[in-house]
C-alpha cells in the first residue's frame, strides 16, 4: 500500500494528461520538485498543528508550475512536451541533489539529505505500529476523482475533446490552449501531491534517490490500466507488489531490481502492439496535432 | 586552453550529432522515434561489452551498430508494420533498454564493483591540417566516429536536398499516402532509415563509451538521445542545423568540466543541469513546429 501511493497518484497524474492529448513524461520531475517544495516548507519556522496541510498544498502547487513551463512550450512554440518534460526531469534531478547538498541539508551536515520535517507537517498515521499514513486514502480519493472528472464533468469532456481532436475541439469552440494549460497543471499537481505525500507520509524528510523512477513507471501504469481510474488503481497495487517483490528478489536471491524496469517496458511494449484499436482512439490526436503545426500553429 | 576546450567539445558532441543525423533522417521519413535514448543506451552498452570482451575498440563499435540496428528493427516492427503507436513503442524501448542494460551489466561487467576501463578508440591524425594552430589538433587529431560525423552531415544534406531518393524520402514524411499512390514503398523505406538511423544512435552511444568517458554506467547516455531529438528541432531538420546543435551542446559540456576543474565556488549541479536548461532556451528561441514534416509522428495504416 505504501508502495502503491505515489504509484497511484503519478498514474493519475499520467492518465489525466495522456486522456487530454497531453505526453507528460515529466511526472517524475512534477513528483520531485514537489517533494523539494514539500520539504522546504516542512522544515522552515517552528512546529504548528495543520502545518500538513501547508506541506501537500506546496508540493501540488510546485508540481504544477514545474508541469505549466512545459505547456507554455508547447503552446507557445510548438514544442513537444515529450523533450520539454524529459529535460525537465533532469532539471529538477539536479535541483533536489543541489538542495540537499547545500541550502537544505541537514543541520548536522553528515549526509546528504533534509532535516526532518517539523511536528505537525508529518501526515496523520492512524493505526499505532503501522506506517499506513492519510495519503494512502488521499490517493486513492484523488483517482477516483480523476477518473469522475474525466467522465462526468464539463471540464472533463472538453479535456477529452481536446485530446482525441484538438481541430475539432476547437472548431466546437472549446477553449483548447486554457483547456490544455489547465491538464498540464493539474497532471503536475497530482505528481507534485505524490512527492509531497511521500516526504510527509514516509520518508520524513528529502534525499536524492527519493523516487527510484515513480513517474517513469507511472506511464506503464495508466496505460496497463487503460486510462481508468479502477484500472490505474489495479496497475498500481500490481507494479506495487512487483517492486516490492523485487527488492525482496534482490535481497534473497541477487536478482537485480533494475530488472523490473526491464519488465515495465516489455509490459508497455505489449500493450502499445496488441491494444493498437483502443490506443488508436485515444491518441488520435496526435495525428491531428502534427497536422496543425505543418498549418502555420494555432 | 582553447584548443582543450575545443577539442573536448567535439568529443562531447559527436554522440549527439550522430543521433540527432539519424534521428532527423527518420524524421524526414515521418517517422518520430523518441527511443533513440535507449537505442544509444543499448550501442553503448554493446560496444562496452564488446570491447571489454575482445579487447578491441572497433570490435565494440561493431557491436554497437548492430544493436543500434536491432532496436530500431524492433521499433520499426512495432509502428511501421504493426502501426502502434510510436510514442508508446519508443518510450517502451527507453525503459526496456535502461532495464536490460542495467541487468546485463550487474550480470556480465559489474560484478567486480570497480569501475570499468575500455579500450580507447585510438585519435587519427591528419598530416598537414594537424599543424594548423588552435583548431588543428582540436578538428583533426580525432577519433574516427568525430570525422563519420563530420562527413556524414554534408553527405546527408546532399541525399535529403538534391536527390531523387532524398526527395522520394521527403514526400514520406509530408504525405504518406500521396507518396504511397505514386508507388513509394512507404513501410519499406520506413523501415530502412529507422536501421540507418538505429545504427547511427548505437555508434552514438559507442563514441560516449569508447571515447568520451572510456567506461560504462548504467545509464550513461543520461539523457542525450533526448538532447538529440531537441537538436533536431533547433536544427529544423537540417543536418547542417543538426551539426551546429551538437557543437554547442558538446562545447557547453566540455566548459562544464573545465569550470567543475577550476573549482569555482558554484555548485556542480548547476554545471550539470546547464546541458539542459541550455537545450530547453534553445527550443524557446527556435520555434519547433514552423519545419516539421508534416505527417510527423502521425500512424500510416495502408488503406
Known sequence: ????????????????????????????????????AATIAGTAGGPGTGRWLLVLAAGALAGAGWAAIAAGFRIGRQVNEVITTILLNFIALYLVSYAVDGPLQEASAQYPQSDLLVPGAMLWRPFAGSRLHLGVALAFVATLVVGALLSRTALGLRLRAAGASAPAARLAGFPVARDLTVAFALSGALAGLAGAIEVAGVTGRL?????????????????????????VIAAA????????????MERSAGVSSVLVLAVQGATLLTIAVLDVGALRRFFAGWRGRAGKAAGGGA | ?????????L???????????????????????????????????????????????LAGVAAAAVTGVALALAFALATVRLSADQIIVGAAINLLALGATGVLYRALLGATGTALVLPTLP??????????????????SQHALVYLGFCLTPILAFVLGHTGLGLRLRSLGDHPRAAASLGLPVRRYRTATLAIGGALAGLGGASLTLAATNTFVEGITAGRGFIALAVVVFGRWSPWGALAGSLLFGL??????????????????????????????VLLLSSGGARAPRALGARYDRE
Not at chain 2, 13 to 27: C, H, K, R, S, Y
Not at chain 2, 255 to 278: E, G, H, N, R
Request: avoid cysteine; hydrophobic fraction near 60%.
Open chain 2, 11 to 57: 568529443v562531447l558532441g559527436t554522440p549527439i550529432l550522430l543521433a540527432a543525423l539519424g534521428e532527423l533522417l527518420v524524421e524526414r521519413t515521418g517517422v518520430m522515434n523518441i527511443g533513440v535514448e535507449g537505442v544509444m543506451l543499448g550501442g553503448a552498452f554493446a560496444a562496452a561489452l564488446g570491447a571489454y570482451a575482445t579487447g578491441s575498440a
Open chain 1, 237 to 248: 497495487l500490481f507494479f506495487a507488489a512487483l517492486s516490492a517483490g523485487a527488492s525482496a
Open chain 2, 123 to 140: 585519435a587519427i591524425e591528419i598530416p598537414g591540417l594537424r599543424q594548423i594552430p588552435i583548431v588543428g589538433a582540436a578538428l583533426f
Open chain 2, 1 to 9: 586552453m582553447l584548443e582543450d576546450l575545443l577539442a573536448a567539445g
Open chain 2, 252 to 281: 557547453a559540456s566540455a566548459l562544464q568540466f573545465q569550470f567543475q576543474a577550476a573549482a569555482l565556488a558554484v555548485p556542480y549541479q548547476v554545471f550539470l543541469m546547464l546541458p539542459y536548461v541550455l537545450t530547453l532556451g
Open chain 1, 207 to 231: 534525499y536524492e534517490r527519493i523516487s527510484p523512477g515513480y513517474g517513469y513507471t507511472a506511464i506503464a501504469i495508466a496505460l496497463l490500466g487503460g486510462l481508468r481510474s479502477g484500472g
Open chain 1, 1 to 36: 500500500m505504501l508502495k502503491a501511493t505515489p504509484l497511484l497518484l503519478t498514474g493519475a497524474a499520467v492518465m489525466l494528461a495522456f486522456k487530454s492529448g497531453v505526453f507528460n513524461i515529466g511526472a517524475e520531475g512534477q513528483f520531485l520538485v514537489g517533494a523539494l
